[in-house]
């Protein structure tokens, strides 16, 4: 059994969808006596014990409180292999934390009213369309930004493309429809794109010079950009790690996808950078006695615009005592009574984790190096840290995440076996390979092309990916990337169907969760 067929089977998020639901059983946590205002010794050496139990690579840690850093520290190495550290200025991958980034630079667009959060997207982007004609005359930034469109969000499937962002405003009409529009929260980074869009084109720049001139630059931010490619170049960065073949290997940068997808997920910051933000985001909109935002337009990113609906078993495993929200560009929940603002994000081998509990004047954010875990460790890390702050009872978070996540990965094991198992042997494809080959359209506009060098089959998506295929039996195939993340993480069956007259007609697919159905 390989360890990509592992993850076809179960997915990492898949994984993280069981061990995130950890009991909670508290430990007999003296409460901490030092100062609220010192990283005590114990939180220290849980994050460095941390770094050790799961043998990750590196982590950087930032807590503010009451508008002062209390720590920013790195643990661990930037690559392993490497002797070179991590510190608070090592740059990682924050991902998914742009999108708070992104909604901040439209809110001082607000302020200046070039905007309004209830402006229709059509009236900074004419030409963009969307699956519905009602949809594209009524979709504001409002509803983009708080992930309430219903419009499928396809988030993975564009990560095997070559797409620019240009392209991909032109393919937004071929997109699906997921729920009724303002219904539910359908989260989307394609959503998030269109909105830094149509700031972009408001405050006529573009995106990466919007969030620089406004937001980083203010606020004195010279270890964060908003240009993906740049950050090599600003050194001290953190490679990303992945298991690759049961070893943690350096994963490889991403390119044209995340230019695609910037708004939603560009921004590379350090720990020291993100406790500045974090001191910004606990505050009035003003930095240093410089307004920045208004307080009306802190107000509306913070507050809650579409419930997300909970489960007992939901509310259990996030420790959550009311209720769950998106706000925009924020998840507004509350942490075990405590209002919270946080996001996750998930980049090239490296996860990320940022929360904010207002109330209490307080921010950690975790950032690691490696997916081997998911962002359920930085979580880990971050509820240990939250608890001494606030003085309530604690937990072995990272021991019994860990516990749940060996128990998942030895399930997954075994279910993979039976899967196996299930292969027909002896089969061959019905028809020469090469009548497999052609191109294939699927319903976003996206050409799959299928082709054959020498005895093996191949497959590119979008322009992009490149994947070989494997026979598995009759006329499904097994697609392994060439990128080696995504061959671990994301490989995948393609089926070949035919028509009537016993010719290939259609290719179908899944990548990550995003169901791919291309015809000739």
């Not at 009524?138 to 990560?159: E, F, K, P, Q």
């Not at 729920?179 to 929260?185: D, E, H, L, N």
């Not at 985001?281 to 930095?287: A, I």
């Not at 890390?381 to 019994?400: H, V």
């Amino acid at each position: 059994m390989t360890a990509t067929r592992k993850k076809l089977l179960i997915g990492e998020r898949a994984v993280l969808a069981v061990i995130i639901c950890v009991g909670v059983t508290f430990s007999n946590f003296a409460f901490a006596q030092q100062s609220p205002q010192s990283f005590p010794k114990e939180l220290d050496e849980y994050v460095a014990a941390t770094v050790r139990d799961w043998e990750i690579p590196g982590v950087a840690v930032a807590v503010v409180k009451d508008g002062k850093v209390i720590a920013a520290r790195g643990y661990g190495v930037r690559e392993m292999g490497k002797p070179e550290t991590i510190d608070e200025n090592t740059i990682f991958d924050a991902a998914s934390l742009t999108k708070s980034f992104t909604v901040a630079a439209i809110a001082s667009l607000v302020d200046e009213k070039k905007m309004s959060w209830d402006d229709p997207v059509k009236r900074y982007i004419p030409t963009i369309e969307f699956p519905d004609p009602y949809l594209t005359a009524n979709i504001t930034m409002r509803d983009l930004l708080c992930h309430r469109t219903g419009v499928r969000a396809t988030n993975s499937a564009w990560y095997f493309t070559n797409v620019n962002r240009s392209q991909l405003l032109g393919l937004i009409k071929n997109m699906e429809i997921a729920a009724p529009f303002r219904t539910q929260s359908v989260y989307s980074n394609i959503g998030v794109t269109i909105a830094g869009e149509a700031a972009a084109r408001a405050a006529g720049t573009t995106w990466e010079d919007l969030i620089t001139r406004r937001i980083i630059v203010p606020l004195g931010m010279k270890r964060t950009t908003a240009v993906f490619a740049l950050a090599p170049a600003m050194g001290n960065i953190a490679s990303g790690h992945a298991l690759v073949n049961g070893v943690q290997r350096v994963t490889p940068r991403e390119g044209t996808p995340r230019d695609m997808t910037a708004p939603a997920g560009a921004i590379q910051s350090s720990a020291a950078d993100l406790a500045t933000w974090m001191i910004f985001q606990l505050g009035d909109g003003t930095f240093q006695g410089k307004r920045i935002l208004s307080s009306a337009a802190m107000n509306e990113m913070h507050s809650p615009q579409i419930v997300i609906p909970t489960n007992a078993a939901f509310r259990l495993a996030r420790q959550i005592k009311y209720f769950a929200a998106y706000g925009l560009g924020w998840q507004v929940f509350d942490y075990r009574g405590n209002r919270m603002l946080w996001h996750s994000g998930t980049g090239d081998g490296q996860t990320a984790f940022l929360v904010l509990l207002p109330d209490s004047g307080l921010g950690v954010v975790v950032l690691i190096n490696s997916w081997k875990a998911g962002p359920a460790l930085n979580n880990a890390i971050a509820s240990r840290i939250m608890d001494y702050y606030l003085g309530i009872p604690t937990q072995a978070y990272s021991a019994e995440y860990h516990e749940s996540w060996t128990r998942s990965l030895q399930q997954s094991i075994e279910a993979t076996r039976k899967f196996e198992a299930s292969q027909l042997k002896g089969t061959t494809p019905t028809l020469p390979l090469s009548q497999y080959a052609g191109v294939y359209r699927d319903k976003l506009g996206l050409d799959v092309r299928v082709w054959l060098e020498g005895d093996t089959l191949r497959l590119q998506y979008g322009g992009g990916e490149i994947a070989d295929l494997t026979h598995w039996h009759h006329d499904t195939f097994w697609a392994r990337w060439q990128n080696p993340l995504h061959a671990e993480q994301r490989s995948t069956f393609v089926q070949f169907n035919m028509s009537p007259q016993g010719l290939i007609a259609e290719i179908q697919m899944d990548l990550s969760g995003d169901r791919i159905t291309a015809h000739r």
